[in-house]
């Protein structure tokens, strides 16, 4: 229930006709980077990474529900899931909405979103199998 959830809202995020940070939307952010920058905080960090680093936190749900729905041994095929689902993404952002801009930039900070979440989600696998194993051994 939760990755059909998750699916759909992914789905209005990057068929909405506009970019979610297009406008005034956006314009919040660049105030806060200024306000970092003018105290020498984050210097690094540019309205680019913050959109990359938003790609990447927008699939990490993809891999942390598929990992822990499909379970262990299958990291491979999630990673390639969410590269997958990102490439069709960026590509019908690309021929065939007008003002959406698909990139290959996208499609590796999806991936690493995926990948990020997938390692999650086996942490969280082996933290549950060797509690419930520790549980099973002392009772």
Known sequence: MLLAVYAVVVLVIVAWPT??????QGEWLKHVL???HDRRLLVF?????VEFLANVVMFVPL???GGVVLGR????????AG???SGLIETLQFFFIA?????????IANTLG???GALVARRILRISNSSRIGHSASS
């Open 19 to 24: 970019p979610v940070d297009a406008g005034s």
């Open 34 to 36: 200024k306000a970092l």
């Open 45 to 49: 960090l540019g309205y680019p990474q």
């Open 63 to 65: 891999g942390l529900l």
């Open 73 to 80: 041994g299958r990291w491979g095929w999630i990673i390639l």
């Open 83 to 85: 590269f997958a689902a």
């Open 99 to 107: 003002g959406r801009y698909g990139t290959v930039d996208d499609v």
């Open 114 to 116: 995926t990948l990020v």
